[in-house]
């Protein structure tokens, strides 16, 4: 079974621009959950979608958006790029409540 | 607001030996609480998954055990491997979310 796939692998852009950032869960999986990671915060939380609803949220600005599509894939969108936001960010995809699966993120660099 | 900490930050043993990792959470309660890994540049993989309702979990050499009373996880490695270097994180989930609060981790080096 393919686990989860983050797509790219790697981004750089400037500040001002938008991203998006893909993430294809395991198949069957109908939650997908977003993270960023960096080395000051660590891990913390973006948000997460179950049947193409958001059902929980973190704190982050609004900048900071995403969407899940029929087939449970599911995109995040930042705009207006701020040199905080380079980062890892992770997704990751469960059943509901089995253990989170994470895929091995997109690194986004903002210069 | 759920607050994870994990102690030590780091920590280097040889290999061979057996050693906890600890975790405590300010909000006890919990849906669950997993442990994950997270080599250099990788993703997370997830260890041990304890439902709030149980009292330790075992996978091969790992063990985690869950007092949700005392806001404390720990999680035990026997025989301890070069291949068990990693950073280890813990997370427990808000009760009837997916929600994940992570610590700090403890990055592992197991000496050879």
């Known amino acids: 079974k393919a686990g989860v796939t983050q797509t790219p692998r790697y981004l750089i852009k400037t500040r001002g621009q938008q991203v998006t950032l893909s993430c294809s869960p395991i198949?069957?999986?109908?939650?997908v959950s977003w993270y960023q990671q960096t080395p000051g915060q660590g891990l913390q939380f973006l948000f997460e979608y179950f049947s193409e609803t958001q059902r929980n949220k973190g704190n982050f600005p609004g900048r900071f958006s995403g969407r899940q599509f029929s087939n449970s894939r599911s995109e995040m969108n930042v705009s207006t790029l701020e040199l905080g936001d380079s980062a890892l960010y992770l997704c990751?995809?469960?059943?509901?409540?089995?253990?989170?699966?994470f895929g091995n993120g997109t690194r986004l660099t903002v210069t | 607001k759920q607050e994870v900490t994990q102690i030590p930050a780091a920590l280097s043993v040889p290999e061979g030996e057996n050693l906890v990792l600890n975790c405590s959470f300010t909000d006890s309660a919990i849906y669950n609480l997993q442990w994950f890994r997270q080599d250099p540049g990788k993703g997370l993989t997830s260890l041990l998954l304890?439902?709030?309702?149980?009292r330790e979990q075992t996978s091969g050499r790992l063990n985690a055990s869950l007092d949700k009373s005392s806001g404390r996880s720990t999680l035990y490695i026997a025989a301890s491997q070069p291949g068990d270097s990693a950073t280890y994180l813990c997370?427990?989930?808000?009760?009837?979310?997916?929600?994940?609060?992570f610590g700090t981790g403890t990055r592992l080096t197991i000496i050879p």
């Open positions: 990751a995809s469960s059943l509901g409540r089995s253990p989170l699966h």
């Open positions: 198949s069957g999986h109908r939650s």
């Open positions: 997370a427990p989930s808000d009760f009837g979310n997916e929600k994940l609060t």
């Open positions: 304890i439902q709030s309702s149980q």
